[in-house]
């Protein structure tokens, strides 16, 4: 079973940037470059809504319309590691986010439309006007 640890949240002003890490731990049957992992937010009095994904090999990455040009996916399979790098954030980011690994090896960058995957226990992201 893989366990998701999120860090890097924080307070900040509008128009500001802060990068989350997610790492990755556990036993699991496969290696951690087989399974693209992906971003989640959840605002207050909100659903959990998709951020942005990326593949096993870091090739390809998916963003949510509002997130595109701002922020940036990437993931360092050497030490289990994904990151979103957030650019220009604005008081509407503000939300928990969300570490998550598709169950799945080999998934592409939609994984996360038919499978729940794992989570971890999130980060808080705060952006003040």
């Known amino acids: 079973q893989v366990q998701l640890e999120e860090s890097g949240g924080a307070l900040v002003q509008a128009g500001e940037s802060l990068r989350l890490s997610c790492a990755a731990s556990?036993?699991?049957?496969?290696?951690?470059?087989?399974?693209?992992m992906g971003w989640f937010r959840q605002a207050p009095g909100k659903e959990r809504e998709f951020v942005a994904s990326i593949t096993g090999s870091g090739l390809t990455t998916h963003y949510e319309d509002s997130v595109k040009g701002r922020f940036t996916i990437s993931r360092d399979n050497a030490q289990n590691a994904v990151y979103l790098q957030m650019n220009r954030l604005r008081p509407e980011d503000t939300a928990v986010y969300y570490c998550?690994?598709?169950?799945?090896?080999?998934?592409?960058?939609?994984?996360?439309?038919?499978?729940?995957?794992?989570w971890g226990q999130g980060t808080q992201v705060t952006v003040s006007s």
């Open positions: 556990g036993r699991t049957f496969s290696p951690f470059n087989y399974y693209a």
């Open positions: 998550n690994r598709d169950s799945r090896p080999f998934s592409g960058v939609y994984y996360y439309r038919d499978t729940e995957g794992s």
